[in-house]
């Protein structure tokens, strides 16, 4: 290792191509000792590409890595964690039905013997680790088991099992509750206190304010600036991610809502291993109104969407579309039919079907109806028509009717989605995470989207993950925490409540 | 994650739908067996009231939600009273043809290559590949190892050349699955295929339109002292080839490396969650190329039993017969686990031995029994008794970042 | 993505690889691309020829041996001389008579491939359909032609159809992999048509029982022959049948509601099923409609030329099988599907009783066939290294000449 004051790690010149774009171009980057140093950066932005750089699980086409002031050059993870580096990836990389331990051994296998594997060794052995690390976690438990701030503690064991001076620690954030954020920050602060030197990454600036002594901002590829804590501030910081100023705030009259459209009563929904994920939810939308359901990942929403649309059978419970009355079994179709209008939280997943064109992707609802076909018959001309039309009604550029959708962008393909949802001139449309993974410029689409669609008298179904993006955006917000409604509120309610509703006041010993 | 499921409300464990189902589907059982020695109840009575009991108990167990366990009930309680009757039909006498101590015996013979395809098959879906070409490697092992006794001389000599030759085949499914992120059962598909066409052009081109040899080094029987002689214990298990002691040797052995040592557990992370085991450094292709190969060469040891074990040093095209098929079936039935592969094996064995016998008075017998190691799969696939889970990488291609 | 398939936040999502390979066929088909199947067959051929000529065997002698026996060279004897006495026109009809088996069979593979179903179980449908054409055959003699005739293809076409139709419904209803279900289902189907037909079976024949057979079908039930003298199995109507099935799949797949939701689920299920299709039906009408072609493959052989068939026969009985090949090598469409059958038709055929053994060993030959239907299966697998083997020839002059700019 290097003395106190110079770099642990170097990266020089790094550069990254894909086929069609330069997910990194000549980026540097040092790490200090001890130091917590924070990748900012859009999605995109080509934080994940240089630490998988950094991690050996990617090849650079140019630069160089210096760890301990000496090349070193990474072929595959193996090589990184004999430097001493160790990395939290964001999708955390356990084994759901192996044990903790086994998690955090393998590879590095504690053997008696001569060729069996040291089971009670190595269960003793991460309890010693969490211990001296204040990392409570149970050894024997299996993964699939504890709790995901707890599965992020055994990730961070797997890396200093492994002897890691350096951790990498991939938006490590971004499915805790802010409470087991906070606690993670503690271990983070404890990590550096023992020498460790941390690489942060997030798309947070709040985040990288508490915890970061010096932030390196990323934007498309390129190292913007590395700048010290000290005089960061969030409007700087959001500067540089994105290039010009932020719109914080979308520009909407207030709302003016009239009948009820859409109306959830007690509505219980289990998953597929018979756990209650929704818990007796009801809510109304009114028409001319956009209503955010606010919470952490996890907390019922997808199951509470899945069921409002057909795709997930109910337990109980109603759900009335314009005063039509659901209960028991139905069917996507009959919510289609219904007028309800969905943009999924995945349009990869679900959304889209990329390997059909525009036109059939866009017919998605309306094929097996006149005018797309009539008695089992399809009228492909027809289906290409009117995607024409609604290409350019939405803008949605980069192929016509006939080109296939896994070949547009993400804000494009979106696009699409909305495009579908929209013209069918549904009464309510639920849109659930519907920015995900876009960039600025589409994001601010399909906000000014959803507020047009408001005015129009649409009733608006919001589920979002990023609170800034319900506070922006909502007429009404609810809070969701574990299945259930934990609050309501009016526009312009305060951060600080909704955040703390969404931790339902969970407690969890750290 | 999420957490396990916990029933909601407590009842003794008896009375819970699972345990009636599972009784369920072992009275189903009971009601062939009631016509078989050592009970060979005559009055079709017995197997009726006993499989219409079970039947109404999968029932019983379906209504209250325990529907995969009730159904089993329900589809052991109809064969178990289909079968029952049947065996009340035929003659007493006959049974003990069918029922003899040399059934043991032939058990083991007909699960031998069941155990090693099953096996083979294991190994590879645990490190994530699957393995539907397990037909073709164990084909090759057959023909190899009969080429490689004769030419070579030596039984020895044709191990070698059948774990070559299902060596190679899995080598090439490997790369194909693996290297290619080809379908992986598109890629054993056609291991199979061009196993049938390999192995037959080259048994014709070597040797023509007459068969192998007389007297090709075949791999030796074991007599077991104290045993060879004892009666019932003698002809069951005394003098067996010594493949057969191999395989099931092979099952604790592929028990422990697979559960109980580092390279089981490496191998099971990149069944389960190869980028995971790619993140702590472990080279996924070549614990996969690596857990292919031995499966090959497993499944190729089944097929060296057919020809040179029991088969006394002979081939004919297509040896293996659907072996393979069934090997794969056994691993699934056995759900991915050295014991469970073995088991199921063993009965599908067993099967298969009773419905060489049983055409003696039942030819609609006999075809029942070779049919059922396939519905059993079947109904275990559908997950109707107990649902056969594979790995969770099984079938996916690994993609380095 | 092998897992958890998280887009990748700087690589845009078309530059994910692609592995599912449902997926990167679709992806081929709408490319339209020759290419692969081409060199497929090409290369699947070489190999083949490699082996015959390691084992001391001119390749080429073989393969011209391979094509005469299929009839293949009587399209180049012009004036055609229709009359099947005709060695070379009698070859040929016998390949479109087996050919008229593989479209069937293929199209049992490629219908559910495009709903993204595998079918392995293609052998047991055929059995089946051959089962239930042989009873319909044997029974009601006494009706006229047509009828009896219609009688046995729908019977068949139905029983395929039900027998694929446990697949699909296990598939639906519980999610039991096809492949898996299928492969046990054909082993069911041939074990039952070894009972069926076998001694003491229902469906044996009564006039001589020591034979393991089936009946005989009756005159009535006999699909009539246009090509050919029908006492030396000439080429019947069934041709016409599977050629109007492959008119039937194109058109159920792309201009009908069926296979826009056919195509839905076989791209992306969970955006089908947004979409308010059905998906679990979509399964089992799949299947359905697959063994519904295999079925009918199987009551045009048995009612067009076999009209009887045996113990032995279910066991060497293969051919269903070879639909995997056809329908891969076909990319799952109808005109692929229409030009492999014939390819593998030739190949079947003039391989087996159309090869002169003086020219090259059937025994040897009907061997190759099987080896180069797997290699044919193996390179459509790899469709990647076939593409990389196309690309990196194609490569070789522009970088040449970027060097030659470099220099």
Redesign the interface.
Known sequence: MADESGSVLELQGITKRYPGIVADDRVDFDLRRGEVHALLGENGAGKSTLMNILYGLTKPDEGEILVGGKHVSFSSAKDAIESGIGMVHQHFMLIPVMTVAENIVLGVEPVRDGVLLDERGAEERVRELSQQFGLAVDPTALVSSITVGQQQRVEILKALYRGAEILILDEPTAVLTPQEAGELFAIVRSLQADGKSIIFITHKLNEVLEIADRITVLRRGKRIDTVSRQGATEEGLARMMVGREVLLRVDKAPASPTDVALEVKDLQVVDERNLEKVRGVSFTVRRGEIVAIAGVDGNGQTELVEAITGLRRIASGTVAVRGREFEGHFTPRMMIDAGIGHIPEDRHRRGLVLEFNLAENIALHDYDRPPDSKRGWLYPARLVQRAARLIKEFDIRGGGPLTLARALSGGNQQKVVVAREVARNPVALIAAQPTRGLDVGAIEYVHRRLVAERDAGRAILLVSLELDEVLSLADRILVMYEGRIVGEHAAGAGEEEIGLEMLGGRKEAA | ?????QPLQETHWAFQPKAIAVAGSILGLVAFWSALPPFTVRSPLVPVLIGVLAIAAGLWAVTRGTR?LGWGAIASGVIGLGLGLLATRSSSGNLHVVFAADLVAQVFVFATPLTFGALGGMVSERSGVVN?GLEGMMLMGAFWGVYGADKGGTWVVGILAALAGGGLFAL?HAY?SIH????Q???G??????????T???F??LYG?QNIPSGVSTVPNVAIPGIDHMAYLGPAIGDLNLLIWVGVAFVPLSY?ILF???I???V??CG????????????VYAVRYAAVVVSGMLAALGGAFLSIGFGGGSFT?NMT??RG??A??AM?FGNWRPFGAWGAALLFGFSTALAYRLPVYS??AA?LF??LP??L??IA????IGRSVPP??DG?????? | MSEQATPSANVPPEQEPSTDFVVRLGVAQRAGGLVVPVLTAVLAFLAGGIVVAATGHNPLTAYRGIWDGAGFNWIFHIPWNTNTVNLDAFNLSQTLLTTTTLILVGLAVAFPFRCGLFNIGGQGQYLVGLIVANWVGVSFASWPTLPHVLLGIGAAAFAGAAWAGIAGFLKATTGAHEVISTIMLNWIAIWGGQYLFGQGGPLQNTYNTAAPESGTVVQSAHIPVFWGNPVLQGLDYGIFVAIAALVVFWLILNRTTLGYEVRAVGFNPEAAAYGGINVRRKYIQAMAISGAFAGLAGALDMLGYLFQFGVLDVQASQIGFLGIAVALLGRNTAVGTGIAAFLFGGLLYGTTRGLNPSVFDPSLAGNLTSMIQGLIVLFVGADVFVLYIWNSRRKLRPRRRAEAAAA
């Open positions: 994650m999420t957490n396990h499921a995969r539907v090439l194909w290619l992120r080809a379908n059962i598109v890629s598909m056609a291991i199979n295929f061009l196993a049938l066409g390999v037959g052009y080259f014709e081109q339109n422990f109980k040592t580092p089981g557990l490496r099971r992370a389960e969650h190869p980028r995971a085991a790619d993140t702590v450094g472990i080279n095209e017969e659907g098929f069934i794969l079936a699934i030819s609609s075809t070779q049919v396939y519905v799969t079947l696939v559908a997950g109707v969770a990488a996916q291609p690994y993609v380095k970042q």
